[in-house]
């Protein structure tokens, strides 16, 4: 089981260039592998079918924040806006959690 306690984006739908721009990326109690470990978590990030990229792994830490912002210029509103939570490990990484949102407009925190 693991306890992704939040994580919280704000993200701006600019009307003259129809782009949604993700900032303020953070997460609360993460887990790490075993539990009671903590994480070297990063983000990676969708809207609609279009890879936006991923944030740079934070040492253990369960309560990161990322300074990365991403901008996309082709989402629209409706399409779904992903983003996963992984844990940075020697062999292979481990995913922590997902949020997904639905693009609207306006401006959201």
């Known amino acids: 089981f693991v306890s992704l306690a939040v994580l919280m984006l704000a993200s701006q739908f600019d009307f003259t260039s129809a782009a949604v721009r993700v900032f303020g990326l953070h997460a609360r109690d993460l887990t790490g ?13 969708w809207c609609g079918s279009s890879f936006g990229g991923q944030t740079e792994f934070l040492k253990n830490t369960a309560n990161p924040v990322w300074a990365a912002e991403f901008t ?20 292979f990484d481990d995913r922590l959690g997902i949020c997904i949102r639905r693009v609207q407009y306006g401006s959201f925190t």
Do not use: S
């Open 33 to 45: 592998d075993p539990p009671g470990n903590k994480p070297d978590p990063y983000v990676k990030i």
């Open 72 to 91: 996309f210029p082709n989402c629209k509103a409706n399409d779904i806006l992903k983003l996963e939570v992984w844990d940075k490990d020697l062999k």
